[in-house]
Structures are given as structure tokens and as C-alpha cells.
């Protein structure tokens, strides 16, 4: 077995069901490691001495985690349902295509450039389950390497033609496969960039040398400063230092602060947010904990019981700037944006009461099966708990508002229980900035249910500074929502906003998003207009090959000329 196997077991969800601990395994694991190591020590006794030593090293330490794989974990295909097709991985595209099939019009005024959605692509076959000493594992649909699809629109200065292409992205943004792959972007930036660093700033980061100035893992999401246009990141670690918070600076260049938070635990943050002064840090229960799986419980654990906080940061603060504020437990994987008003530190985003990564555990391994990346119930849908978890996995928009003068906390919904509402985005230019807008993907629930895996059936528009018109609505406080809804089973990933050039108006864009129909297996982009969101899209282009659901995207503008 190759080395592949290796990547395959450390790409298995460690959220492992009902093992012993690992001393309980001390003898077994004893004697598997003494049969792999015989051989290998043997192998390294033979090996000529003019070979370089560093490199028969790390051949050696290769050879010796594949025994110890091969050993310890019997791998088996995890089971796709036809529901789940879009999510099974495509292969490399190896020349980008012409696109021709557009139904409606580009906008005149859209902007030229590259549209990007990020996902998962697993090689080796797809997803795997694992047995062995530890527990039973299985493969999450966000573990793992990943792929990036795009679009790029190129619009010819004389006539005014668009010319559209399909492929892949590298550092210049140009037409040359690229593949991120165990946890690298291979071929995006001179430095091979970790998987965490989300697309949104690849175009601000540069050549800033990040293997040396920030060895941090990046946790997605890095937020871009108002007025100064830094960039702002954070990493986290499951070892000391839990947490750390770096601004780095305007032309991406240079790392210009860095900050340990010494956190007593390590939150599985995946965002963050700014405002004009501040950094916003989130330290929410959903928690990483290696001493927690040595005692034979999960990696990854969301805990309702456990504290919730908000920690507001100057920008260039240390760690005892930091002001927190205790909060309601919950579950927050994005925000859509932060702003200051008056003493308030105003916060919106995604909420719901438990976390989706972590809600398989203590499921019953006998009466359970894996399907794409979680437990479920072997048992009639009227005997098991699903509807029940799936309510706690319910996405609400919320907000909170932190006042810095007095410690007071308000937080409330903002809408209601239509939709679950994920993957938020605004105009970019009013990031940090008090907002009227917001967008997100919305959640088909039925659909959802039947495959096991989140499928976003369209998109809503927000509106802050409007109240919903129903009276039950209204007496909650919840603020107006409009809705674009997809037709049969079409579903939409990696939703990004457009602002139009020259735009008067916050809502001057468009949303772009990719969509799947999966009565015809057929994948196109759409253009909606937001302000005039219900309606048809102005645009639809047809790909020519299918791209999976995804995570995120964005819209990079760049001129052909440039």
C-alpha cells in the first residue's frame, strides 16, 4: 500500500464513537508497532551510505506510517446515495473551455473578471470509513483535499462581446489547473498557502512570506480592515497557544502584529470580524481537545453547558485589551459583519444551537450507519431523534450587541423559522461598516433530510433597517427577508456578491452563484440582480461538466488588459 494510505487515515473524521481509551490498547498497540518496526529497521541497516541521510529519513518515516496504517485501520467505502451524486469528487480539468451556451444577457456594467468557488474533491476514490483499535470513524464532507472551479469573464473593449471560459485558478489568475491537496494550494501563490486560507484574500496576501512570519494554521475567513485595508487573520491550534491574531499589512507583504489570546481551550472558530477600531473574536463551545480523545472521547465536541463569548479587540491590542462578553451558548460558524454604533459593538451573523460537526457523536454505532460524513438512524424516521437534532441545527440570523461602556449584552433573532439561512455575504466595500444589506444561501430542508447533507435550494435578502410585515414577526422584532427560490432540484453553492461599478446604492450588484439541477445532472452560473431580487436571473450559463456542492466563492474583478 502506498503512502496514500496514511493521508486517507488522517483524513477520517477523529470524532471516534464509543472507543476505549488508548491505554486500554497499550499492549495491542505495542505489538503492532514492534511487527512494522522490525522490517523497516532492517531496511535501514541495508541502505547504501551514500545515500543522503535526511532523505532516507523521511523514506523511512513514510514507510513506517504506511505499516502503522496498513496495521491499525481496515478502510471500506462509505456509501453515496443518488441523492448525494453532487457531492461525490470530479476529476482535474486539463485545458479550460469556451463557453457559449448563455441563456439571457451579461449585464453591460457587470464587471470583468474571475468568479471562484472553493469545495471538497477527495481523492483515492472518494470517502472512507474506518475500523481499528480506536473506534469506528467516518470521512466528513469538509475533511481533506479540496478543489477550485472557475469562471472567467473577459469582455472585448471594441464591441463589447463577453468571452466567458471554464478552469482552474493559479496565482495569476490564469487558465492552469490547480489542485489544493492535503491541506496545500498547490500553484496559487509562490509559497504553497494551507488549505485554511480562504480564496477571499489570496489576491491580498501576495508574497508575504507566511511559512516564515506566521506559523499559526489559518481558520478560513480572514476579514479585510476598513479604511486601512489590512488584513486580519487568526489560527488555531489543538496545542498552546489555542489561538492567535495577526494583522498583516495593506500590500500583503508583512505580518505587523501578532497577538497570543491564551485561551483555556481551543475553539473550533471558523470566522471572525472587524470594525473600524476593533477585532472581533469569537470563543464559542464548540471545542478541539486532544485530551479529551486520549480519554476516549471525541476530538471535536460542541457543548451546550459550556461558556459562549465575544471578545472585542483594538486592532493592534494584546491580550489583555481584549474585552469579553458572556453570551448564550450556541453554535456560530459566520458572520456576516460587524460595525461600531455609538458605545455598541454591533454583531450579525449564522446561529443555531448546535454544531453540525460534532451532533453524531454517542450515536449508537449498531443501530447507526456513516452516510457522507455523519451518523444516521438505522430506524424509521418516526423512532429516531433526526427531526429533533435537525431543529437544534436550525440557522437563524441573530445579532448581538455588545455595549463597551456598560458590559450590557442584547442579542436576538432576526428572522424567523421559514428558512435556514448559511453562508452569508454583503457588499464587500461595507465590511466593518454599519450595513442595510445582507444575502445568504438558503437551506432546503426536505432535500437536506433525505441526502443527509446540507442542500441550499436559493437565496435571501436581508434587510436591516426594514421590519418583516407579518404581525408574529413584527411583535418578534424580525427584520424583512425576500427570497429566491430555485426551481426542481436545483441547488446553489459558493453564492458571492458583485458590486456594480460605480454603484450609488448598497444593493447595486448582483449575486453569482454556482447551481446544480439534478434532474438533468446539468451545472450553470447564475447572475441575479439584487435589486430586483424574486425575479429570473438576468443570466444563466451552462457549464461543461458538473461541479460539486461546495463551500464558498468569490468574485475577483480584473481586467483583461491587466
Known sequence: MTNTSALMAFHVNCSVQRRPSLFQNIHRLKTRLSSSYKPLLKELKQLPMQLDVSQSIRNASVKLLDALVDSMFQFADQPILSSQSNFAPVDELNEPFAITSIEGKIPDDFPEGVFIRNGPNPLFGGLKSTTSMFGKTGHMWIEGEGMLHALY???????GNWTLRFGKVNKDLSNTNVFEHSGKFYSIAENHLPQEIDIFSLQTLGDWDINGAWNRPFTAHPKTAPGTGELVVFGVDAMKPYMEVGVVSADGRRLVHKVDLKLKRCPLSHDMGVTERYNVIIDFPLTIDLHRLIKGGPLIKFDNEDYARIGIMPRYGDVDSVRWFEVEPNCTFHI???????????????????????????????????????????????????????????????????????????????????????????NPSFNGLENKFGYTQIVHEPASISSGMPKFGGLAKLFFDETASKEEEQAEGHIKVEYHEFEGNTFCTGSAFVPKEGGLEEDDGWIITFVHDEDTDTSKVYIIDTSN?????????????????????????????D
Open 153 to 159: 469573464f473577459d469582455k472585448e473593449s471594441d464591441c
Open 336 to 426: 456576516l459583519n460587524c460595525y461600531e454604533e455609538g458605545a455598541e459593538v454591533v454583531v450579525r451573523g449564522c446561529r443555531s444551537l448546535e454544531s453540525i460537526i460534532s451532533e453524531s457523536y454517542g450515536m449508537d454505532l449498531e443501530e447507526s450507519e456513516w452516510v457522507s460524513g455523519r451518523l444516521r438512524s438505522k430506524l424509521p424516521p418516526q423512532q429516531s431523534t433526526f427531526s429533533t437534532n435537525d431543529e437544534l441545527l436550525f440557522c437563524r440570523f441573530y445579532e448581538w450587541r455588545l455595549n463597551m461602556k456598560t458590559g450590557e449584552v442584547k442579542e436576538r433573532n432576526l428572522t424567523g423559522t421559514k428558512f435556514s439561512l448559511e453562508f452569508p455575504m454583503i
Open 533 to 561: 431580487f424574486t425575479s429570473e436571473p438576468v443570466a444563466k450559463i451552462t457549464l461543461p461538466c458538473r461541479v460539486p456542492y461546495g463551500f464558498h466563492g468569490a468574485f475577483m474583478p480584473i481586467p483583461s488588459h
